[in-house]
């Protein structure tokens, strides 16, 4: 019984410890205290690795985790933020997808941009949630968080980091149907690197 104990005790802790590095990395990328790397980042290698760090996840939700074509394209810009917000979006989609759904992450190629897209057959949200999803602790309402975890801050610091890198982030979701959430992110800062 004591062993039980002190396994929620630890795990709460956890849990905590984790919202607070939350906030704190929220308020570091919106007070503008930390500045964003800018290295080579090869996009299917980095929406690779980011699929496989859920891959248990999203097996011990029974939920399909999957990846689209590679889309072969390079960006300039920070790969741990960006594995970062890509992680975010998977987590949200695994954490609000019911068993025997699907997720899916794929990128696409353009000539000025990449297009990272994570679409889920999750829960889905109403328009008057949609919103304020960008908002801190916006899964603070019960009836969206019950049995899921996190600090309701995962959408909040992905959009951040995409404004950051000088990209956009679009939702589109629908009850009871999913999910896709639309990362675009520009191909200019490598040409302009490039150039000089």
Do not use: W
């Amino acid at each position: 019984r004591y062993a039980g104990y002190v396994e929620s005790i630890k795990t709460s802790g956890e849990r905590l410890l984790g919202f607070f590095a939350s906030i704190l990395d929220l308020a570091e990328l919106e007070g503008g205290r930390r500045v964003l790397a800018e290295h080579e980042v090869d996009v299917d290698d980095m929406v690779i690795a980011t699929t496989r760090r859920f891959s248990a996840q999203a097996q011990r939700a029974r939920i399909a985790l999957t990846l689209g074509v590679p889309c072969g394209a390079l960006l300039i810009g920070d790969r741990f933020s960006l594995e970062r917000m890509l992680g975010n979006l998977v987590d949200n989609a695994v954490r609000f997808t019911p068993a025997g759904g699907k997720v899916t992450v794929a990128a696409y190629a353009a000539e000025d941009g990449v297009v990272l897209e994570v679409t889920d057959t999750g829960i889905g949200m109403a328009p008057e949630r949609l919103a304020s999803l960008s908002q801190p602790f916006a899964f603070s309402d019960a009836t969206l968080t019950k049995d899921r975890e996190g600090a309701g801050l995962g959408i909040a610091i992905a959009r951040t980091i995409v404004e950051l890198s000088g990209g956009h982030l679009a939702i589109d979701s629908r009850p009871g149907l999913g999910t896709t959430v639309a990362v675009s992110l520009p191909l200019r800062q490598m040409e302009q690197r490039s150039a000089a």
